[in-house]
């Protein structure tokens, strides 16, 4: 059974800086690609950032990049995103999702149960 | 940027009656591979999303018959021939041909 297990959200002021993890189990990690989706309270899914299963393809939201740094460390089968210079529209659920592949055509087939980030002074 | 519509943005539905959302694209979601990259996702309340159809047509794992996904280019349908209780949600279409982009979401509850 796939399971992805967020942590690391919490309040945090505006301009500060935060990690997000994610443990994935049930599935061969290296094998697929990873992204982060998040959901601001009572609004839709916004796709923040995604990574191959090597590491070689990356891509960002235009409202995350810069900021934002997504990693992965296969041998510990984990999923990271760094938030830095946080503002108040980061403030959301946080998915860890896993992707069939990294690239065009691509699609999400499970989720995790999130992690909220609020960010507030 | 490819933007995704959702009509409607809500949906009221008897049990056991059908219910329909369409799902529009700005941009063709036709790859030059043949294949048409649109999903469909059910938000159940206080729940993660769910994958129900990809690539169009195709039911996911698990995912029930009474669940249909249709269109082609840049207009698509989700249907359920009869709902059930456990099918309230939030029903997102999603791009995957650009990035990923999802639509705004149609909230489907029980009458």
């Known amino acids: 059974e796939v399971q992805l297990v967020e942590s690391g959200g919490g309040l945090v002021q505006p301009g500060r800086s935060l990690r997000l993890s994610c443990a994935a189990s049930?599935?061969?990690?290296?094998?697929?690609?990873m992204h982060w989706v998040r959901q601001a309270p009572g609004k839709g899914l916004e796709w923040v950032s995604g990574i191959s299963w090597n590491s070689g393809s990356i891509g960002y939201a235009d409202s995350v990049k810069g900021r934002f740094t997504i990693s992965r460390d296969n041998a510990k089968n984990s999923l990271y995103l760094q938030m830095n210079s946080l503002r108040a529209e980061d403030t959301a659920l946080y998915y860890c999702?896993?992707?069939?592949?990294?690239?065009?055509?691509?699609?999400?087939?499970?989720w995790g149960q999130g992690t909220l980030v609020t960010v507030s002074s | 940027d490819i933007v995704m519509t959702q009509t409607p943005l809500s949906l009221s539905v008897t049990p056991g009656q059908p219910a329909s959302i369409s799902c529009k694209s700005s941009q063709s979601l036709l790859h030059s591979d043949g294949k048409t990259y649109l999903y469909w996702y059910l938000q159940k309340p206080g729940q993660s999303p769910q994958l129900l159809i990809y690539e169009v047509s195709n039911r996911f794992s698990g995912v029930p018959d009474r669940f249909s996904g249709s269109g082609s280019g840049t207009d698509f349908t989700l249907k359920i021939s009869r709902v059930e209780a456990e099918d309230v949600g939030v029903y997102y279409c999603m791009q995957s041909i650009q990035l990923f982009t999802f639509g705004p979401g149609t909230k489907v509850d029980i009458k």
């Open positions: 049930g599935f061969t990690f290296d094998d697929y690609a």
């Open positions: 999702a896993k992707g069939r592949y990294y690239g065009s055509g691509s699609y999400i087939d499970y």
